[in-house]
C-alpha cells in the first residue's frame, strides 16, 4: 500500500481500488452543482482544460467531464486508473493517466484550473506536489481543494481512532497531518485565496457498525495503514468487543449527513 518514489513515498490505493466507489461516495449531483456554482462566481471557466490530480477513479471529475470540460487526471494506481476509465463515457474528454503528481510530464501554463481532493496527506513532500501543481496551472487560474466533511465520522471509525491515539499512533498519514497547514503555504507561494460556501450541498449516508467494522478489517481506510500489524489486530479485536457491548451489536445503524468543503487559491496573473 506504500509505493516508494526518488520524491518519497506515496499512498498507492491499488489493492482496495476495487472497492474504493463504495466507501468514498459523493454524489455527482451534488459536485455538479458545487463546479456550477464556482462558475456563477467566476471562480471555474464556463470551458477549459482541467487537471485532476491524484484523480484515483476519477470521481470528483467525471462530473466535469459530463459538463462538457476537458479533463487530465494523473495517479500512481493503476487499477485506480482502469476503474476511471471504465467509468468514463466514450463522447467525453477524459484521459486518465498513471504519473506521479510531484513530477508532472507536462509543459507549465497549460491547465484552466485543477482539482484535487485527499491528495496532500497520502504523499511525503506535499509541498513540492503544491508547487508542481500551481507550475501547470495558467496564471489566474484557480486551485480547488475538495473534501466531505462527515462522510467517515462514524462512531466504530471514532472509536478505533481514538484508541489508536491513546496507544501513541497521532501520526498516520505520510503527508500533510493537519489541512489547516494547506491555505497558508500556498499564500506563501502568491496568489490569493478566494472563498466560496458549498456546505449546504449535502446527502445522507447509513452505514452499520458491522459494516464500519469490516472496513477496517479490510483495511480501506489509508490513515490506518502505517500502524504496525500487531497494533491494528488488536485495535480491531477491542473494537469488536466495544461493538458487541453496544446495544444494537453490529446491527446498530448509524446516519451521517455529510457535506463538501471547497478550499480555493487563485495563481497570480503575474507568475
Not at 468514498?24 to 487537471?51: F, N, S, T
Not at 506521479?100 to 496532500?120: C, I, Q, T, W, Y
Not at 445522507?204 to 489486530?233: C, M, N, S, V
Not at 444494537?248 to 503575474?270: D, Q
Request: aromatic share 10%; proline share 5%; glycine share 8%.
Amino acid at each position: 500500500m506504500v509505493q516508494k518514489t526518488k520524491f518519497g513515498p506515496t499512498s498507492d490505493f491499488s489493492p482496495i481500488a476495487a472497492r474504493y466507489d463504495l466507501t468514498r461516495d459523493i454524489p455527482q449531483q451534488c459536485l455538479k452543482a458545487c463546479y456550477e456554482r464556482l462558475v456563477q462566481q467566476r471562480l471555474l471557466p464556463a470551458q477549459g482544460v482541467i487537471l485532476d490530480a491524484g484523480c484515483g477513479t476519477g470521481q470528483i471529475s467525471l462530473a466535469l467531464a459530463e459538463m462538457g470540460y476537458a479533463v487530465c487526471g494523473f495517479d500512481v494506481s493503476r487499477e485506480m486508473l482502469l476503474i476511471a476509465r471504465a467509468k468514463r463515457r466514450p463522447e467525453r474528454q477524459a484521459h486518465y493517466v498513471v504519473a506521479d503528481v510531484r513530477s508532472l510530464p507536462l509543459h507549465g501554463n497549460r491547465f484552466d484550473a485543477v482539482v484535487v481532493s485527499k491528495l496532500f496527506q497520502h504523499v511525503h513532500d506535499w509541498p513540492r506536489a503544491c508547487r508542481e501543481l500551481l507550475r501547470v496551472l495558467r496564471p489566474g487560474g484557480c486551485i480547488f481543494h475538495l473534501n466531505e466533511r462527515g462522510a467517515f465520522g462514524n462512531a466504530v471509525r471514532k472509536y478505533f481512532s481514538g484508541r489508536a491515539d491513546a496507544l501513541g499512533f497521532t501520526e498516520r498519514y505520510l503527508g500533510l497531518r493537519d489541512r489547516n497547514q494547506l491555505s497558508p503555504f500556498l499564500a506563501t507561494l502568491g496568489g490569493e485565496r478566494p472563498s466560496i460556501d458549498v456546505t449546504d450541498l449535502k446527502w445522507e449516508k447509513r452505514i452499520t457498525y458491522g459494516d464500519a467494522l469490516g472496513h477496517l478489517q479490510d483495511r480501506l481506510h489509508a490513515e490506518f495503514w502505517y500502524l504496525p500489524a500487531d497494533a491494528y489486530a488488536h485495535l480491531l479485536a477491542d473494537t469488536s468487543r466495544w461493538i458487541e457491548q453496544q446495544p444494537g451489536g453490529r446491527e446498530t445503524v448509524e446516519h451521517l449527513t455529510p457535506c463538501l468543503v471547497a478550499e480555493i487559491f487563485r495563481k497570480s496573473t503575474a507568475a
